[in-house]
């Protein structure tokens, strides 16, 4: 199996930064895209970012200019750096990794437990 944990979430003033990190673990024989979604009270769970094993990168449109997504694939860790946080930003984060497994065929997606993010106004 394959484990993702997150770390880094907490609470911060609007205006502020934050770093995500998500390491993942387990029987990995290589990782493809992984990616930072969210979920807010009462709404979906929507994209934030994605970035491919080449380092590619996409984010929502409410996130440009103020979040990055990066990777050490050495040690199968993505991270989400966050500035200049806004209140609409508070939500539970989570990340995922599209991953081949060792001696297993196709690939799997796989998600972190989620850390809550809170930005006060």
């Known amino acids: 199996q394959v484990q993702l944990v997150e770390s880094g979430g907490g609470l911060v003033q609007a205006g502020g930064s934050l770093r995500l990190s998500c390491a993942a673990s387990?029987?990995?024989?290589?990782?493809?895209?992984m990616g930072w979604y969210r979920q807010a009270p009462g709404k979906q769970r929507e994209l934030v970012a994605t970035i491919t094993s080449d380092g590619s990168t996409n984010y929502v449109d409410s996130v440009k200019g103020r979040f990055t997504i990066s990777r050490d694939n050495a040690k199968n860790t993505v991270y989400l750096q966050g500035n200049s946080l806004k209140p609409e930003d508070t939500a539970v984060y989570y990340c995922?990794?599209?991953?081949?497994?060792?001696?297993?065929?196709?690939?799997?997606?796989?998600w972190g437990q989620g850390t809550q993010v809170t930005v006060s106004s």
């Open positions: 995922n990794a599209i991953t081949r497994r060792t001696g297993v065929v196709g690939l799997s997606t796989y």
């Open positions: 387990g029987s990995i024989f290589s990782i493809g895209a």
